[in-house]
Structure formats: structure tokens, C-alpha cells
């Protein structure tokens, strides 16, 4: 099977401008999570989407959404981009075996905010 | 709020040197993934526990899952060059599947 697949692999925007990251799941894997890491904060859970519909939230401002498809690929946007938002950004698909939920990564997109 | 500390954050050995790290929380999770990363790429999963008291092993890594449910250990016998990246624990919750993640254990392994 393919892995987690997340375009592009790197991003250069500037302050203001509005970002979409793009990110495919493994397939039949129904359940796609987005994640920042920074060097200070570790890994931050952005939010969760499952079947179309978002499942779980973390703690970051209205400016960062996401969306999943029909066919289970999701996209997130970064509106009005500040320089804190350079990060490395993760998605991950999830499966489920009764109640092991383990999630694969894809190899992230690095953006940078001047 | 669901915590995992991890412990500890960073550390740097000569080859050939144990380690253990170490992911503790008050909370029970029903598994737990360990995680590598290296640099700009995504975490790679290693292993899951899902039985307290679980004992897995892959090659020269160890992973316990504690009797409780409620911490885990990675030891590395013989660190290689090749072990050096950012050890990553992960627990699940039961109810939302919801990955809590800890801060992240930093390994340099020096030849």
C-alpha cells in the first residue's frame, strides 16, 4: 500500500498571504489528522476529520481550517499567515482494529512565513 | 486534560551505550505507539502496546506498556549511529481515539 502522501513538501509565503496544504491518506483509511510541530512546542494536534466531517479539534485560531473529500483526501488552510506559523505541518491517516487506533504519517510539509 | 511526560528530553551516548526512555501519564490509555523521527520527515511508528504489563520487541528496542496502562518504556541495547531522531510515545484514548502525544525524547548517538 502506499504511504501518506502530503504536497507540496515545502512552502515559502509572507506574512498576510493565505495557505492550502494538501495531504492523501492511505487507502481505506477514513480518518485524516493534521498536526503542526515547531522545535518549542513539539507536536500540536490541529484537528481531526472523518468522513467529510470534522471529529475532533485542538486549540489553535479560527485562521487554520481544514476539509476532507469524499474520497478521504484532505486539504488545510492558513489564512492571514504570521511568522509563528512556520512549522513543519503533519498529516496522518488512522486505522482502526477494535480498539487500537494507530495513525501513519506522511513526510510533512515544511512552510516558512517572511 | 490527558498528559504524557516524556523523560528525558534530550540525550547523547557513545555508540554502543543503553538507554531507556521513559512516557508517564495519570491517565489510562488503551495503547500507546512509539515513534521515530528524523529530521524534516514525518514520525515513522515503531510499535503498539495495548496489554498492561506488554513486552514487544524489535531488533535491539524494547518497549514495555506498565501494568496500569498508564506508562511506557523504549530501551535501546547497544545504541548505533543509525538510532539517532526524536523518540516520539502516543497514547490513545479509549473513547475518542485521539492521539496524545508526549514532548518528544531527542537521541544523539555518537560513533
Known amino acids: 500500500k502506499a504511504g501518506v502522501t502530503q504536497t507540496p513538501r515545502y512552502l515559502i509565503k509572507t506574512r498576510g498571504q493565505q495557505v492550502t496544504l494538501s495531504c492523501s491518506p492511505i487507502?481505506?483509511?477514513?480518518?485524516v489528522s493534521w498536526y503542526q510541530q515547531t522545535p518549542g512546542q513539539g507536536l500540536q494536534f490541529l484537528f481531526e476529520y472523518f468522513s467529510e466531517t470534522q471529529r475532533n479539534k485542538g486549540n489553535f485560531p479560527g485562521r487554520f481550517s481544514g476539509r476532507q473529500f469524499s474520497n478521504s483526501r484532505s486539504e488545510m488552510n492558513v489564512s492571514t499567515l504570521e511568522l509563528g506559523d512556520s512549522a513543519l505541518y503533519l498529516c496522518?491517516?488512522?486505522?482502526?482494529?477494535?480498539?487500537?487506533?494507530?495513525?501513519?504519517f506522511g513526510p510533512g510539509t515544511r512552510l516558512t512565513v517572511t | 486534560t490527558q498528559l504524557l511526560e516524556q523523560s528525558p528530553q534530550f540525550l547523547s551516548i557513545q555508540e554502543g551505550e543503553n538507554l531507556t526512555v521513559y512516557c508517564n501519564s495519570s491517565s489510562v490509555f488503551s495503547s500507546l505507539q512509539w515513534y521515530r523521527q528524523e529530521p524534516g520527515e514525518g514520525p515513522v511508528l515503531l510499535v503498539t502496546v495495548v496489554t498492561g504489563g506488554e513486552v514487544k520487541k524489535l531488533k535491539r528496542l524494547t518497549f514495555q506498556f506498565g501494568d496500569a496502562r498508564k506508562d511506557s518504556s523504549l530501551h535501546i541495547t547497544a545504541a548505533q549511529p543509525g538510532d539517532t531522531g526524536l523518540y516520539l510515545c502516543a497514547g490513545a484514548s479509549s473513547n475518542t481515539g485521539k492521539l496524545i502525544f508526549g514532548q518528544g525524547t531527542t537521541l544523539q548517538v555518537k560513533p
Open positions: 496522518a491517516s488512522s486505522s482502526k482494529t477494535g480498539s487500537i487506533y494507530e495513525q501513519y
Open positions: 487507502s481505506g483509511h477514513r480518518s
